[in-house]
């Protein structure tokens, strides 16, 4: 019998209310009194030497307040990166710097060169569009490759070269790889591509700067995954603000997927402007901005090759990537092609040597960072492509393959320096295989078949690293930042509960599944505990919500406060009871006296603790509030198997996704429901990936695709229903929920699936010449390579 | 979008009058000028606002049976109530867009603007439409004469298009991944003096008529008649979404397609 509260309960998402009545508050919704509003200037071209800017005409416009150029922020830091790559030589990446406003030269399309404020904002776009800006266009260095070629123009004048890193990992295993493969019985390449994403987020950003100066307070509220992270690196970084006289506030938030986690240029702009005017100034982003401002997704191409041995186990990979940086390095950029990637390149399997070699590259194009997943997709797609191709090859069915190299003893040590603590591979795929309905598969292609259908099958394991991460290992590896997370449990006189958490909730349904953790802990109903995050005025410090880590570790240190409020309710109601606290037991919300039949309610040990008339005040203190930091030892190892079934019409090579079906290992689940929307959601966006995304620059370093007329999103038409199972559960042994995180594995696991169907597709149809076709898998790209 | 004067006739006069000065631009249901008044890439001083014209709406049969669809009539209204008298046009008008485009744009906006994936284009010119102005009537043959570009002179409201009903007929519509408009569409039509095929989607020029397919499908109206066929690349449409020669290929496939449909 399925429970129906606390944690395993399908507690309806108490949030969708607002969202789905119109009722949410998201940061555009948030008009201050005296508000004016923000248009930038951006950049045309992708790459210019910027010889002046010239406000005289825009500044006398109806309704402009002041224009702001890059002069007037002089004395303002740069957008900092948080995180520092070692080369493979010991040598710091190369970094350069960020300014607000784009100085010296341009170096995208989208880079701000101006910010115009004006009483409305369409005064204000009147005006921006009045600004002159005198741009020599230089050159573009577009492709990665070419970017690090002799006499290539380069990014960024004051670096050596476009090469941010040359990254090798691990590089002491270099040679010993290498020999592995000159004795290699078999070896298995495949050149790649994980082509460029643009995160469309529902909610496009939007920063609201305030300032008061009778306080001199800065406030900002902004669509952000993280708001204590914007406050640390705006006010410390960029604008020099002490974090006690800056507030962020990111209220509701419509989807991140990354592209929320990073400090973007607008929001310090808009802080800055605030107080330079000494008002609230307000900037929305347009959807067309947002397809040159946020950052982007993926953008590698890589060369994987497998070495096996004659009975197809797996003896050694080696890989090699070119990462695109874009025009300049993003909160996160460097750590996701290289700690977010190269940890991962073991996979499922057992394979004792492996060296990753990353080439990070700057170009004129849109920043790339962190991107549902983040470097875990693309290790995931490299290596269930190469595994995939690796059995053809060898004539071996790759499910067997897979499971001929699956790890099964756990802890496992990977040769790429992390350590599964636990997971069950063969029973997600046992699971997988069962739920896809693999043994009709026959039929099914028959069925296809007689239709006139190409059909094919393609499957799939995953592995990702979650609930990032142990501070104490990220530091080693150059992040400038702890990665805990805080809570702070406020129970309140009449017994209901406020938590007030770091992690950040938009759109994974955190105050449904938050509170019904704290609801069993206790024994009370869901709806006696609220859940706030968002504001680094009302919540304690926070990391944020990213790496599908809110549950594992934000809801981690929410478990240590709740232990401590239970620890000290526990003494107050043995005093109450004329007990010893170690007698006391928590049931249901009610404190019993072990062995009798004494008890009190929690409503009355909260009151006591607020009215301590009847209170051990000699002991401990009045009042039921703590506060918890918890760091974890380890990154979670969610990991399961996908199953993907397409029909290619051989007529126009357009693929339909007929069947998909997903087995996780998300260890412990507090909301299966919630579980399964997060699987569908990443589901959809790996689809996405695979048939139909498509970032195309042109020879100028234009946005081909930079809007919804040419840039495909799944809809609801392009996705089947799904087959989602998470009964396979190993529970992470290193966290007090044993939860592993579940919101990127959709999106890691799929996109192989989808490719791998459709080359099996091909492969059935006699087109043997057919080992890959790189994604987006359209029509026109499909019906080519089958043109042979 | 920039300030501009939105003029709002209530009759067809009133509406002629207004197109006749400088700057002015006729609106139908809007669904590509808005968007482009969105963005800023036109700035027009005065908008003649079509939809309240009543006389421009709805869908009737002429003594000699053709279906005659008012200019200003929503592509949702032909879906309906053309459905009995000419299911392929109903069927072609229903498929447009998504229902808010459906139910906003209009037969004269989408002919008039002749934007190379629109469908409309592709039906008026497959049924030998007439497409009628405030001045003429002008046939299809002569109203389309490249992207974007039409016989209709500056300020020239169409007021109705008449459509032949064929023998026989059917759109088939291979859809852009991202607009959803056609990247390529193939409309045949079998008429008893011979068949008509027009594609949009595909080519630099616009909306054309396939000659070859024609006189194949004349002489043998099966998708086996224009096996043999093929058509140049030369000045089929590359873009990201599809090469010349990947849209020279749809419209056999889709032509095909359409004649096994129409059967």
Redesign the interface.
């Known amino acids: 019998m399925p429970k129906d509260h606390g944690i395993g309960a399908s507690s309806k998402r108490r949030e969708d209310v607002r969202f789905l009545t119109g009722r949410g508050r998201y940061t555009d919704d948030i008009n201050l009194q005296g508000q004016a509003h923000a248009c930038f200037v951006r950049s045309q071209v992708a790459h210019g030497r910027l010889n002046g800017v010239n406000t005289d005409a825009a500044a006398g416009m109806p309704g402009v307040i002041r224009v702001f150029t890059a002069a007037d922020f002089e004395g303002v830091g740069g957008l900092p990166c948080g995180w520092q790559v070692t080369d493979r030589h010991g040598a710091p990446m190369q970094e350069p710097g960020h300014p607000v406003l784009a100085t010296g030269k341009v170096r995208h399309v989208g880079d701000p060169i101006a910010l115009v404020v004006a009483e409305t904002y369409d005064q204000a776009r009147d005006a921006a569009?009045a600004v002159v800006v005198d741009i020599e266009e230089l050159e573009p260095v577009l492709d990665m490759k070419a970017a690090l070629a002799d006499g290539a123009p380069k990014v960024h004048d004051d670096l050596t070269s476009n090469l941010c890193y040359d990254w090798g990992f691990v590089e002491e295993n270099r040679e010993a790889v290498n020999k592995a493969f000159e004795t290699a019985h078999h070896v298995t390449t495949l050149d790649l591509v994980n082509q460029r994403l643009v995160p469309n987020a529902m909610e496009p950003r939007v920063a609201i700067g305030d300032y008061n100066f009778a306080t001199d307070d800065s406030t900002l509220y902004t669509t952000s995954q993280n708001p204590h992270v914007i406050r640390l690196l705006m006010g410390a970084f960029v604008l020099g603000i002490p974090e006690h006289k800056l507030r962020v506030v990111a209220p509701d938030v419509g989807g991140g997927f990354g592209s929320k986690i990073f400090h973007y240029a607008e929001e310090a702009a808009v802080t800055f402007a605030a107080k330079q005017l000494r008002r609230p100034v307000k900037w929305t982003c347009t959807r067309?901005e947002s397809f040159v401002t946020d950052a982007q997704g993926r953008d590698h191409v890589t060369k994987i090759e497998l070495a096996l041995d004659a009975e197809g186990h797996f003896q050694a990979i080696r890989t090699e990537t070119y990462a695109n940086m874009g025009a300049y390095l993003s909160t996160f950029a460097p750590s996701i092609p290289t700690w977010l990637h190269g940890t991962l390149m073991a996979g499922n399997y057992k394979t004792p040597l492996i060296y990753v070699n990353v080439k990070a590259v700057f170009t004129n194009t849109v920043p790339v960072d962190a991107y549902r997943g983040a470097g875990r997709p693309e290790a995931t797609f490299q290596l269930e492509r190469v595994i995939d191709k690796a059995a053809r090859e060898i004539g071996m069915d790759p499910v067997e393959l897979r499971r001929k190299n699956f790890i099964t003893e756990f802890p496992y040590a990977t040769p790429v320096a992390v350590e599964y603590d636990t997971g069950d591979y063969n029973a997600t795929l046992d699971k997988l295989l069962e739920i896809a309905d693999v043994a009709g598969f026959e039929a099914r292609l028959a069925e296809s078949k007689a239709r006139g259908k190409l059909r094919g099958l393609g499957i799939n394991c995953y592995i990702e690293a979650c609930g990032i991460a142990p501070s104490h290992l990220v530091g080693q590896l150059g992040a400038r930042a702890g990665l805990y997370e805080s809570a702070t449990v406020r129970v309140n006189a009449t017994g209901g509960l406020v938590v007030m958490t770091g992690s950040h909730s938009h759109g994974q349904g955190h105050e449904t599944s938050f509170a019904q953790v704290v609801a069993d802990m206790i024994g009370i109903p869901e709806n006696m505990i609220e859940i706030v995050h968002g504001d680094t005025a009302n919540t304690p410090m926070g990391m944020g919500t990213y790496g599908s880590r809110s549950l594992a570790v934000g809801g981690s240190a929410m478990v240590k406060a709740t232990n401590k409020i239970i620890a000290k309710a526990r003494k107050i109601a043995a005093h109450l009871m004329e007990a010893s606290p170690e007698d006391i037991e928590l049931k249901d919300g009610r404190f019993t006296v072990a062995g009798t039949d004494k008890s009190v309610a929690w409503g009355d040990v909260t009151l006591a603790a607020y009215v301590p008339h009847n209170y051990p005040l000699d002991e401990i203190e009045p009042g039921l509030e703590e506060t918890a930091f918890y760091d974890p030892n380890n990154f979670t190892y969610p990991a399961g198997a996908y199953a993907c079934e397409v029909e290619v019409d051989p007529?126009?090579?357009?693929v339909t996704v007929e069947r998909f079906a997903a087995a996780d290992d998300f260890g412990n689940i507090v909301n299966p429901m919630i579980v399964d929307g997060q699987v569908h959601g990443g589901i959809a966006q790996g689809i996405g990936q695979a048939?139909?995304e498509?970032t195309?620059y042109d020879e100028y370093g234009q946005l081909?695709?930079g809007s919804?007329?040419?840039?495909?999103?799944p809809r609801a038409s392009d996705v089947p229903f799904y087959a989602v199972d998470h009964s396979c559960q190993t529970p992470c042994t290193h966290n007090p929920l044993g939860v592993k995180g579940c919101g990127e594995a959709g999106a890691i696991g799929s996109p192989p699936a989808v490719v791998n169907a459709v080359v099996d597709a091909l492969q059935r149809a006699g087109m043997t010449h057919i080992t890959h076709i790189d994604m987006p898998l359209?029509?026109?790209r499909v019906?080519?390579a089958m043109q042979g | 979008m920039y300030a501009f004067e939105l003029v709002r006739p209530a009759t067809l006069d009133e509406a002629v009058t207004a197109l006749g000065t400088e700057e002015a631009q006729a609106l139908g249901g809007g669904q590509t000028l808005i968007p482009t008044l969105k963005q800023r890439l036109a700035a027009p001083a005065k908008l003649v606002c079509l939809g309240g014209l009543a006389e421009l709406k709805g869908v009737c049969i002429d003594d000699d049976g053709a279906v005659c669809v008012g200019g200003a009539t929503p592509h949702a209204v032909v879906a309906a109530e053309a459905a009995a008298h000419y299911p392929a046009l109903a069927a072609l008008a229903g498929n447009i867009g998504d229902p808010a485009v459906r139910n906003r744009g209009t037969i004269g906006g989408s002919l008039a603007n002749n934007d190379p994936s629109a469908c409309y284009p592709a039906a008026a010119l497959g049924s030998g439409a007439t497409i009628r102005t405030v001045n003429r009537d002008i046939a299809a043959d002569d109203f389309f004469q490249g992207m974007f570009t039409t016989a209709l002179e500056d300020g020239e409201i169409i007021t109705e298009v008449r459509f032949p009903v064929p023998e026989r007929a059917a759109y088939q519509k291979f859809e852009q991944p991202a607009s959803r408009f056609a990247l390529v569409g193939v409309f045949v039509a079998k008429y008893a003096d011979g068949v008509r095929v027009a594609v949009t989607g595909a080519s630099e020029g616009g909306v054309f008529r396939w000659a070859e397919a024609e006189a194949a499908l004349s002489a043998d109206f099966s998708a086996a008649a224009i096996a043999g066929l093929s058509l140049e690349a030369d000045m089929m449409i590359g873009d990201l979404h599809g090469s010349p020669e990947y849209r020279a290929h749809l419209v056999k496939v889709l032509t095909g397609r359409a004649v096994t449909a129409a059967g």
């Open positions: 569009e067309s007529e126009t090579g357009k048939l139909l498509t195309t081909l695709s919804y007329m040419d840039y495909a999103m359209t029509p026109s019906w080519a």
